[in-house]
């Protein structure tokens, strides 16, 4: 599966942007989907996850309550709705995706075989 992320850009401080993760070549409905972010000088970080089905999500503590991640099977494609953000939310953000996470490992960045490449979100104060 190729996936491809999309959405980022320039929002200020209290604002709200979606990113997106497209997949292609195969269909999303097998996969579980997480994303991850990276900040300048940092390490990659989880941020949000679903498993296939779309019933279940995880959050990080730093995001919860602020983003939203949702999965679409019919278009392929993973969202992750982002309210209330802060300079700090500032970052590359990764979808990635694999078909066996467990839920131990759904925060682990390693237990994901598929990567898409990096949107930027920059919040500006």
């Known amino acids: 599966v190729q996936l491809q992320a999309s959405g980022g850009g320039l929002v200020q401080d209290g604002g709200s942007l979606r990113v997106s993760c497209s997949a292609s070549?195969?269909?999303?409905?097998?996969?579980?989907v997480g994303w991850f972010r990276q900040a300048p000088g940092k390490e990659r970080e989880f941020v949000a996850a679903?498993?296939?089905?779309?019933?279940?999500?995880y959050y990080a503590d730093s995001v919860k309550g602020r983003f939203t991640i949702s999965k679409d099977n019919a278009k392929n494609t993973v969202y992750l709705q982002m309210n209330s953000l802060k300079p700090g939310d500032t970052a590359a953000y990764y979808c990635a995706a694999d078909k066996s996470v467990i839920l131990s490992s759904i925060s682990n960045a390693d237990a994901y075989d598929y990567w898409g490449q990096g949107t930027l979100v920059t919040v500006s104060s």
């Open positions: 070549g195969e269909s999303f409905r097998t996969y579980n």
């Open positions: 679903i498993r296939r089905s779309g019933g279940y999500t």
